[in-house]
């Protein structure tokens, strides 16, 4: 469990980033933090596995608060996937990359052989094995950078903006394996802008502003919620927009999803 | 300023503003085309969405536009391309770039001077634009782009949404035929994406430039576009209007986002329902379903 107790946090050259945050992640959880650039979401999961401790207030995992462990430690815990794979990765090939932080947890060659190769098919990267990561494409760079994360198994994963630069079929495979780790128990936490992700996937919804948290509850009841939406600079799911143009008819406000919308309209037709 | 801008280079010059006739090209030291037998038209005055599955060919194909390929890239360009009258394999990238402009995807990768308008000003400088000229220019891409006020500011403490305008007023500031955006706003949240998309239609169509946009994410883009190309696997998999694109079965099997109001379109199709029309926009599709709701 993650506990982020009335964090403040102010960066060195003087921009208060988070005012005041308060947030319970229970293990097992899928959440995806929206809102708009520069609003303070990458500077909260940050938190999450100690790489920022707060300036005030406290964040816990797992009953540990960060200030009190390393961030090596706690990162075998919590798994942190960054925005741009250009500030993570580093190694001459895709398979150390993808091994480097197994060599450091300690793991066996046997083992770590194992897992670089299950994280590569994973990803769909097991053709670039030996080939430089800074040859693939920004797609490609992400989906490395997600495999040497995954591939030490960690409790939480944190991925920030997943989806950029990914087409619409690594979209789907991505949210397949973002719902199976979650299956497995394991706590996913999401930066995101894009809504259309967020919508299919249907996760609970953290939306800031300001360095604030602004609203917390079910993608269908933040996603659809207009002035909520506009306050945090997304725009509501296409299907949203969709209903909302219809709602002098008497049509559900609150529907995200596409086979959701077929449903309902299907019924009132044949009503 | 004049809005006619570009209206005087237009004149008396042929429809078409690129044109691509088997077009095939093979990286040096590659054992297979990245792009093979293109033949693709894009008129002058069109905005057109250039999209695919990722490694499908669309950056590639927007290098053979601006002559990075074959003139910085070297390897094997076979068949026709022609952009703005100039052979590409004829003329210079330096002659090229006065009539197609290209904006990164990532405007780090682009902006480097010490102000904002330093780098708006820095392809003129390489133009050799006379300075009056060149404030001109530089104020008036400013204002275009709408960062009027962040002229004496460093490119690089500006949030992403407005160096992505930057990177945009530094081409726009070259007054070129042809603008090609590759994922303009992947860094963007929805409500600065379409601000930025707002002003590349804009500049369609207002001064009339030409635009393609490399993009995955449709849902925003769509209601923009008049033509859509969508490659697969080096090829031209479909070229034409956005509703008959979006629509056809083979979209769906190459994996193209299809916006959700044509989605829900397509099901709801599936299920016997039918509307008047291929929708591209929720507000056309409520629209339709408003039609049809109320005449049950």
Redesign the interface.
Known sequence: MIEVKDVYFTYLYGVEALKGVSLTIPDGEFIAIM????AGKTTLVKHFNGLLKPTKGEVVVDEVNTREVSVAKLARKVGFVFQNPDHQLFCETVEDEVAFALRNFGFEEDAIKKRVTWALNLLDVEPYRQASPFML????RKRVALASVLAWDPKVVILD?PT?????????KLRHFILQLNAQKKTVIIVT????FVAECNPRVVLMTGGKIVADGGAEEILTNPKLV?Q????P???T??FL??SD?GLPTNVID??E??KI??S??R? | MDENVFANDMAGEALAVIETRNLTYMYPGATKPAIEDVSITIERGEFAILTGPSGCGKTTLCRCFNGLIPHFYGGKLEGDVVVADLKVVEHSIYELARHVGLVFQNPENQLFALSVEKDVAFGLENLAVPRDEMRKRVDWALQMTGIEELSERSPHELSGGQQQRVAIACVLAMKPDVMILDEPTSFLDPAGAQKIFEVINELNKKLGVTIILVEHRLDLASKYANHVIVMDEGKVALDGEPRRVFNSERARLIGVGVPKATRLYQILRESGVRLGKVPVTSEETSLLLREVLKRD
């Open positions: 809102g708009q650039n520069g494409s920004g797609g490609e903006e950029i630069g990914q087409d619409h079929q690594q979209k789907e802008h894009d809504v259309e506009v945090a600079s997304i725009v799911p296409q299907i927009q969709i143009g219809l008819l596409v086979h919308a077929r309209l299907l009132l037709m009503g």
